[in-house]
């Protein structure tokens, strides 16, 4: 009942073997639904070729703090048109990230304002990418009042107070495989405390891989040990914890009617 909702399996460290990655999540862990990310051109368009190829997998779209300076009126009236394919439930990764600041903070800033106002103006979630950039972030989706919409914030590195601020703009919580490491305090913290209706899990394969994993590729398949680790940490089954999640991420996504059918 698994469902990995921030995966990148159109990256290049996936071309030898993406089939097989694929199927060994499916048959082998137990993932039945994906949402894999693109977020800049070349990623979105991966992205929603490999959306149309595999009946299980969904694309969001949106453009990386990294790539915001390559941003272009452009680009972003190309991720409207696409709000409209079938395969496309949410709008992301988009944010700050002030850890690598790849592109000046003012226009990686400037770039999420307009995508949170395109989330807003088709009704599809948000994607948030959030690095060393808390309070920035929080403060940017109460301007752009993105509670309207909500989201999702990914690979979440907040501490509870953080976590707090986000629940409060009808965001989720999602985590991935840095909840398994060792001596990742925080991250196990959230995991206990953040409500069980507004949990998600993910892999942000092929980065992140979980324990015993670490510094390895990440696949897709391997959200199961997410779930695991997180359900250890709340006292519940694997298999609660991984229905719970699914639930939180098709009523997120809007995918009811697909996959509750």
């Not at 903070?105 to 995508?115: E, L």
């Amino acid at each position: 009942m698994l469902f990995d909702t921030h995966a990148h399996l159109n990256d290049p460290k996936f071309d030898g073997d993406r089939a097989e990655v694929i199927r060994r999540a499916r048959e082998e862990y137990g993932v039945q639904t994906i949402l894999n990310v693109g977020y800049n051109k070349e990623t979105i368009a991966t992205s929603l070729k490999l959306a149309e190829e595999y009946e299980f997998i969904y694309s969001a779209v949106g453009w990386h703090p990294h790539d915001a300076k390559d941003c272009t009126d452009a680009d972003l009236e190309w991720i409207r048109s696409l709000t409209t394919h079938p395969k496309v439930v949410a709008l992301g990764e988009m944010g700050l990230d002030y850890y690598w600041d790849n592109s000046p903070r003012d226009v990686q800033a400037q770039v999420f304002r307009r995508q949170i106002a395109l989330a807003k103006e088709t009704g599809l979630p948000i994607i948030i990418h959030d690095r060393d950039a808390h309070e920035d972030v929080v403060r940017i989706l109460k301007e752009e009042h993105a509670e309207e919409v909500g989201g999702v914030m990914h690979c979440f590195g907040g501490d509870l107070r953080i976590m707090e601020e986000v629940l409060k703009l009808n965001f989720m919580i999602g985590l991935g495989g840095p909840v398994t490491f060792k001596n990742a305090k925080e991250p196990k913290e959230v995991a206990k405390e953040v409500p069980l209706d507004r949990l998600l899990i993910e892999t942000d394969c092929p980065y992140l891989a979980p324990h015993p994993y670490r510094g390895k590729r990440n696949e897709t398949g391997y959200v199961r040990l997410v779930a695991e680790k997180i359900a250890e940490l709340r006292g519940m089954s694997p298999e609660e914890l991984a229905e719970a999640t699914r639930a939180n991420a098709i009523r997120l996504f809007k995918l009811e009617k697909v996959l509750n059918a």
